[in-house]
């Protein structure tokens, strides 16, 4: 469980300031963002799951 939260743990604010050019910048915050985005993804995907298998009468 510590592995997982050494690698999450991120500061973006850092990575901005040492960055090379605005590319890096925006790979920064794309990069950020990805997590949130797959869990969003699975949230709905169960979310529909559940919603058919409740209107199928299961």
């Given at each position: 469980?510590?592995?997982l939260l050494?690698?999450?743990?991120?500061?973006?604010?850092?990575?901005?300031?040492?960055?090379?050019?605005?590319?890096?910048?925006?790979?920064v915050?794309?990069?950020?963002?990805?997590p949130?985005?797959i869990?969003?993804?699975?949230?709905?995907?169960?979310?529909?799951?559940?919603?058919?298998?409740?209107?199928?009468?299961?």
């Open positions: 469980m510590n592995i050494f690698f999450q743990k991120m500061d973006v604010a850092e990575k901005m300031k040492t960055a090379l050019d605005s590319n890096y910048q925006i790979g915050v794309i990069g950020s963002f990805i949130f985005v869990l969003i993804g699975i949230a709905y995907f169960m979310y529909n799951r559940a919603k058919k298998r409740d209107e199928n009468g299961y």
